[in-house]
């Protein structure tokens, strides 16, 4: 089982929507995204988990790479709406890692409206996104 990906930048913010199921073996999707969410945008990035199932011990690892690859390139990680069953602990090594009850309470901290269609909004989107996922839209 994977993971599909939907990369929305909004101003200077952008948002990294995940579905399925944070496994070993959707890690490497999951860490290319990343990687292409680095190359496009700047400023703190939300990585929205409304559509994500659930997320083993690797897939949580790869969330705090992400902070750090991501703090490399001058940025910054948030995540929105957690798995219930999965709590996040970050090693020391890692960025600190804000957590939002949702992503309108994350997009709130930043004080921007998810589905406002604001001049130089930009989305890319895995071919296997489903439509049914674009939650607030």
């Known amino acids: 089982m994977t993971i599909e990906w939907r990369y929305t930048v909004e101003q200077?913010?952008?948002?990294?929507s995940v579905a399925g199921f944070l496994g070993p073996d959707a890690v490497r999707r999951f860490s290319g995204a990343v990687g292409w969410v680095v190359g496009r945008g700047s400023g703190?990035?939300?990585v929205d988990l409304t559509g994500l199932r659930g997320w083993s011990t690797e897939g949580?690892?790869?969330i705090t790479e992400a902070a750090?690859?991501?703090t490399a390139a001058g940025r910054s990680l948030e995540l929105a709406a957690i798995p219930?069953?999965?709590l996040l602990v970050p090693d020391g090594g890692?960025?600190?890692?804000p957590v939002h009850a949702d992503l309108p309470h994350a997009l709130a901290a930043h004080s921007t409206r998810h589905g406002e269609r604001p001049e130089g909004r930009h989305e890319w989107r895995a071919?296997?996104?489903p439509p049914a996922v674009d939650a607030g839209e």
Do not use: F, K, R
């Open 12 to 16: 200077d913010l952008g948002i990294l």
């Open 44 to 46: 703190p990035v939300i």
């Open 60 to 62: 949580q690892l790869a």
């Open 68 to 70: 750090q690859h991501l």
């Open 84 to 86: 219930a069953h999965g």
């Open 94 to 97: 890692s960025p600190p890692i």
């Open 127 to 129: 071919t296997g996104w």
